[in-house]
């Protein structure tokens, strides 16, 4: 198959016209049918945003191979991944993750709102903003999956690809550790913060217990974020151990409904506490509860499958 037709078919596949897929690379429509009629031959550059936008290598699009990206190619090892796949993926996954770290973060942020602005005002405020980290988190949860086959299958690289990545996840995985450190730190130190204070009652706040809320969500942030990279480049680097462990884990998931349930009650239980108690310090004691109580469920169940 030829540039041209690996073009139309490419366009065709995305559902869009020729007047939108010009927008997107900036050119005329009638640039983009004289490419698709074979009379003309984009530029390097415009090549280049093509293969991001169809999200197939360069390889594929300027080679006499009919094999797109998210087409099941296959080999008696595994899927092959190529350099430009796994940038795609771990790109994609980053952007993920930082929506989810963004919608978690906004959520634990707005506890600070019903302890420092007074009655109605500061529980409608706070319903607004962690309305607002809601609908990111379920934004997120209802994109469309992409790079499934890299997740679940046995993958084959390029040897020089490899060699030449595993030696940047070691570089990487330094920094990611030093972000997660930074994280506990942080929130170990944030529970000094109460013994700082004169919070005596509901009338007379500490402003300085406004910035435990805000360590935490900064915390949680770098948590997800390192969190995801880590998981992403070690589904490269240590691919089989991976993909024993993604089947392990989706032999175990039918027992994740308890999260669903828990945490969501922790939650509920923290507020409640907080807002008819004003107990927001011990109060978080909950999500280390609700920890125990999951994990303990989740063993027992498997001990019994």
């Known amino acids: 198959m030829e540039f041209y037709q690996k073009l139309k078919k490419l366009r065709a596949q995305k559902g869009w016209s020729q007047e939108e897929f010009a927008e997107k690379l900036q050119v005329s429509r009638q640039a983009v049918s004289k490419w698709e009629n074979g009379q003309g031959f984009p530029e390097t550059e415009k090549i280049v945003k093509m293969s991001r936008l169809f999200q197939v290598s360069l390889d594929y699009l300027l080679k006499d191979e009919d094999q797109a990206l998210g087409e099941s190619r296959t080999t008696d090892e595994g899927y092959y991944a190529s350099q430009e796949v796994v940038e795609a993926y771990l790109l994609n996954k980053k952007q993920g993750a930082k929506r989810i770290a963004i919608g978690v ?131 490269i680097t240590n691919n089989e151990e991976y993909v024993k462990e993604n089947e392990e884990y989706e032999k175990s998931s039918k027992h994740g409904w308890i999260h669903a349930v828990i945490w969501p009650l922790a939650a509920v239980i923290f507020l409640a506490i907080g807002f008819i108690w004003n107990a927001w310090h011990p109060g978080w004691l909950v999500f280390p509860a609700a920890a125990v109580v999951t994990t303990a469920y989740t063993a027992w169940k498997s001990s019994r499958d």
């Not at 302890?115 to 607002?132: H, K, N, R, W």
């Not at 890299?150 to 030696?167: A, G, H, K, S």
């Not at 940047?168 to 109460?194: A, E, H, Q």
């Open 105 to 235: 973060a906004i959520l634990i942020a707005s506890i600070l709102l019903p302890m420092y602005f007074q009655e109605a005002f500061g529980y409608v405020l706070f319903m607004m903003i962690a309305a607002v980290g809601v609908a990111i988190l379920v934004w997120q949860g209802l994109s469309v999956k992409q790079y499934k086959e890299l997740e679940t299958q046995p993958l084959v690289f390029d040897d020089f690809f490899i060699q030449e990545f595993r030696q940047k996840s070691m570089d990487n995985r330094k920094r990611y550790g030093i972000l997660i450190v930074t994280g506990i730190v942080i929130i170990i130190l944030s529970f000094g913060i109460p013994f700082l204070t004169n919070d005596t009652d509901r009338s007379n706040i500490d402003p300085l217990l406004a910035v435990m809320p805000v360590i935490w969500a900064v915390a949680v942030y770098l948590f997800i974020i390192s969190g995801s990279a880590m998981e992403g480049e070690r589904l």
